[in-house]
Nanobody, 123 residues
Framework: VQLQASGGGLVQAGGSLRLSCAAS????????MGWFRQAPGKEREFVAA????????DYADSVKGRFTISRDNAKNTVDLQMNSLEPEDTAVYYC?????????????????WGQGTQVTVSS
C-alpha cells in the first residue's frame, strides 16, 4: 500500500490550503482514512478521519468547523480542505489508512502512512 500526500505549502494566517492523498495497492473503498499532523517538538496528533464510504467523519476539536475531510473512491483519493488557517496549524501533515472501515482517532488503528507534507502558516 502506498500513500502519497501533496498540497502543502506556505500560507498566511486566515488563508486556505487543500491537501490531497493518493492511495494505491489495495481496494481503496474498503477502508477508512485519516489525517494526522506533527508539529516540531510535539507528538503526532489526530486531525480528521473518514469512513470507507465517506458517510462518517470526525475532527479534532482544534480544527472542527475549519477543516473538511472528503474522499473520492473513484479516484482513490482523500482530501483535507483547510480554511481559516492559524499559525498553530503549522505541522507536517500525514495521511493514513486503516484495515477497518472506520478507524477513528487512535493512531494505532492505522496501518499504512504516507510520507507527510509540510504546512506552514505565517502570522
Amino acid at each position: 500500500v502506498q500513500l502519497q500526500a501533496s498540497g502543502g505549502g506556505l500560507v498566511q494566517a486566515g488563508g486556505s490550503l487543500r491537501l490531497s492523498c493518493a492511495a494505491s495497492g489495495r481496494t481503496f473503498s474498503d477502508y477508512g482514512m485519516g489525517w494526522f499532523r506533527q508539529a516540531p517538538g510535539k507528538e503526532r496528533e489526530f486531525v480528521a478521519a473518514i469512513s470507507d464510504n465517506g458517510a462518517r467523519t470526525d475532527y479534532a476539536d482544534s480544527v472542527k468547523g475549519r477543516f473538511t475531510i472528503s474522499r473520492d473512491n473513484a479516484k482513490n483519493t482523500v482530501d483535507l480542505q483547510m480554511n481559516s488557517l492559524e499559525p498553530e496549524d503549522t505541522a507536517v501533515y500525514y495521511c493514513a489508512t486503516a484495515s477497518v472501515s472506520y478507524p477513528g482517532r487512535n493512531a494505532y488503528q492505522y496501518t499504512y502512512w504516507g510520507q507527510g507534507t509540510q504546512v506552514t502558516v505565517s502570522s
